[in-house]
Structure formats: structure tokens, C-alpha cells
């Protein structure tokens, strides 16, 4: 059953601590999608890669955030350091060549107090 | 530049009502394709219906169906026969072909009534 499978599910943490939050895209699967889900903005691109290399991440605020593919089957995104806004739900999404729709993992949601 | 707009942040519906949930979209890409997902109270992202730009007929998946007008830049999805499971929020997204990415509108809250 091939899934995208995203760790931790939740998360709580301190103001000013390091987050990292880890994805698993679906094997062969060559483009990586992180998104954040929140009430007010709904669902945003935050970056994407294809074939591990970041195609755009304009949607992610540069000074505290950073994605990277360390190799095909592991996506991360970090936030250092997290501030109470950056509260939210994050989304990994996959897609497949000769697939159109994009395969969600079940999201990690993040509260920082 | 992308953009998805859903002009309805939330819809009631009668039970066994047929119901339209709006989605228009922008792009220069020739070539794109058009999604709608469903998220439950559970949180998870459910895809529903696909649309590519060049497909000459409507899309439809069971009792959903996608209502593409292409000079319009207009896609609707279309449920038929609503059941209280379809409570939900929905999405309408859009690919973008040129460079994959994919951008999502900010959601329909759609709740059916008994």
C-alpha cells in the first residue's frame, strides 16, 4: 500500500526551538511538495523539488525555514526558531510520472507556545 | 502568475440535493491540469476528480463530475445526490505543467443538512 508517510504526526514546542519535520515520498515518486494548512490562508506552497533538486521556494519565509531532499526517499523541512505563528498543519505531497493528482501524507501538526 | 479562487468559504446543502462548489483558476501554461480534493474532519486529503486542459469531455468520478469551461477559466465540481459524508472541506487545485507546481484555492466548507 504505497503512501506518503510523514513524521512526527504532532508536534508541540517552545518558542524559539528548532523543528524539524520529515517526509517519505511514495517510491518512484520524483516531485516533493510541502504545503501549510491554516485556517486564514488555507492551503499554501511552501516549496517543491523534482528529482531532489528545490524548484521554488518563494512561499517559504527564507529567514526561519528551510526544505531540503537528502536523497530521493526523505524530504525535511525545518524551522529554526519557530515562533507561535508558524502554527499550523504541514503537508508533504508526492506526485509520480504519468500520475496527475498529488498523494497527501497525513500531515504533521505543529503548535508552538 | 498561478491562482485558484473559491469565491464560497462555506455552502448548507439539503440532503440528497445536488450541489455546486465554484472554482476559477488563472495561467499562461497551455498546459495545466485541474483537481478538486476533499478533506474531512479527520484531516486527510482525499483526491476526487482530475481535469486536464485538453480534454475535450467533462470529468466524472461516481457522483462527481467536473464542470470545465476552459474560456471561461471556470471549474466546477459538480456532486450529485449529496450524503451527509460529503461534509467537508474542498478543494480545487491546479497543475501547472511547465514546472509541475501546484497550487491550491483556500477551500469550501460544505456542510449537508438532514
Redesign the interface.
Known sequence: DARVTQTPRHKVTEMGQEVTMRCQPILGHN?V?W?RQTMM???E?LA?F?NRAP??DSGMPKDRFSAEMPDATLATLKIQPSEPRDSA?Y?C?S?GQGV?????G??T?LTVV | AQKITQTQPGMFVQEKEAVTLDCTYDTSDPSY?L?W?KQPSS???I?LI?Q?SYDQQNATEGRYSLNFQKARKSANLVISASQLGDSAMY?C?M?EYR?????????TRLHILP
Open positions: 516531485t511538495f504545503y490562508q488555507g492551503l506552497l517543491y523534482r524548484l521554488d498543519v503537508f505531497a506526485v496527475p493528482e498529488a498523494f497527501f497525513q500531515g501538526r | 491540469g483537481f480534493y484531516g486527510e486529503m483526491f482530475y486536464g478543494f487545485a497543475r514546472d509541475d507546481k501546484i497550487i491550491f484555492g483556500k477551500g
